[in-house]
């Protein structure tokens, strides 16, 4: 079991930068693939940002690419995402997810943190 509690989240202007943090705990966290997911209201959940194992391969969603970073610190048990330049569409509740592949999809992750709330205003 992994447990994955996100903290970092809330209001920001258009233009500024917010760093969210996701506090894995359990067996073996640092053994799983982790992402970052959104969803905001009304709209399905969408793949953010995806790193690897040891943290030296992401992958990122377009809309994204080039204005957050995903990072992790397996001697913390921590992922992070970095968002600089955002954008009022960025509002949404952002969660972490562990899962044993490599993936851009929802369905391929194990484990769920609760979600953390970004509201950007124009």
């Known amino acids: 079991q992994v447990q994955l509690l996100e903290s970092g989240g809330g209001l920001v202007q258009a233009g500024g930068s917010l760093r969210l943090s996701c506090a894995a705990s359990g067996r073996a966290t640092n053994t799983y693939f982790m992402g970052w997911f959104r969803q905001a209201p009304e709209k399905k959940r969408e793949f953010v940002a995806a790193?690897?194992?040891?943290?030296?391969?992401?992958y990122y969603a377009d809309s994204v690419k080039g204005r957050f970073t995903i990072s992790r610190d397996n001697a913390k048990n921590t992922l992070y995402l970095q968002m600089n330049s955002l954008k009022p569409e960025d509002t949404a509740v952002y969660s972490c997810?562990?899962?044993?592949?490599?993936?851009?999809?929802?369905?391929?992750?194990?484990?769920w943190g609760q979600g953390t709330q970004v509201t950007v205003s124009s």
């Open positions: 790193i690897n194992r040891i943290g030296d391969n992401t």
């Open positions: 997810a562990a899962g044993t592949r490599y993936s851009l999809y929802a369905q391929d992750y194990d484990y």
